[in-house]
């Protein structure tokens, strides 16, 4: 069974633009999380995706958002991107719902210049 | 590859000895534990998890302790490979009501010398 994917897997972006990131999850696996890596703040959760709903949420501002699809497929949005964005963002799957047997792809790297 | 992290607590072991990683967590309210592998260029890796009603918990070649009087996880990784280099996360749940959260310790990067 193929593993989480993400694209694309490196990004670099000017502040103020937008991007928007893809995942696409395990086969038939319904949940979808996303986090954020950096150095200094290390792995943070950003949302959840269930069954094309968000279900839950960390503290990011409103400039980060995500979206999913009918096929599980989730994508994530950066909007005016700062400098301090630029991280590994990484989505991670699960048949269930919550921070249970999730399974990560290998991140996009956003860097914000 | 990409390096996952800087400036991150060391662990280097000689090949074939025993790893102790150790980790302190947040919230006493905490039910659910996990340790994660992540090596670079990757996600972090499933290795192995605990619930608050266990002290110790065995797989393969690894072992999790979990003292709730101090908060404090640790995995031991028994005969330690090259293959083990990565960098190592511990996670608990915070139970939010209807709601649940995965909250990541900072890390240890663990250098296995050959």
């Known amino acids: 069974k193929a593993g989480v994917t993400q694209t694309p897997r490196y990004l670099i972006k000017t502040r103020g633009q937008q991007v928007t990131l893809s995942c696409s999850p395990i086969?038939?696996?319904?949940?979808v999380s996303w986090y954020q890596q950096t150095p200094g703040q290390g792995l943070q959760f950003l949302f959840e995706?269930?069954?094309?709903?968000?279900?839950n949420k960390g503290n990011f501002p409103g400039r980060f958002s995500g979206r999913q699809f009918s096929n599980s497929r989730s994508e994530m949005n950066v909007s005016t991107l700062e400098l301090g964005d630029s991280a590994l963002y990484l989505c991670?799957?699960?048949?269930?719902?919550?921070?249970?047997?999730?399974?990560f792809g290998p991140g996009t790297r956003l860097t914000v210049t | 590859g990409e390096s996952v992290g800087l400036h991150l607590p060391t662990l280097s072991v000689q090949e074939g000895d025993n790893s102790i990683i150790n980790c302190a967590y947040s919230?006493?309210?905490?039910?659910?534990f996990i340790w994660y592998k992540q090596e670079s260029g990757k996600g972090p890796q499933f290795i192995i998890d605990?619930?608050?009603?266990?002290d110790k918990r065995q797989g393969q070649r690894v072992t999790v302790l979990l003292n709730k009087t101090v908060k404090h996880l640790s995995l031991q990784i028994a005969a330690t490979q090259p293959g083990d280099s990565a960098v190592y996360f511990c996670?608990?749940?915070?139970?939010?009501?209807?709601?649940?959260?995965?909250?990541f310790g900072t890390g240890t990067l663990l250098a296995v010398q050959p």
């Open positions: 991670a799957s699960s048949l269930v719902q919550g921070p249970y047997e999730q399974y």
């Open positions: 086969s038939g696996h319904r949940s």
């Open positions: 995706y269930f069954s094309e709903t968000q279900r």
């Open positions: 919230n006493s309210a905490s039910d659910y």
């Open positions: 605990i619930r608050s009603n266990m």
């Open positions: 996670a608990e749940i915070l139970y939010g009501g209807a709601t649940n959260k995965l909250i």
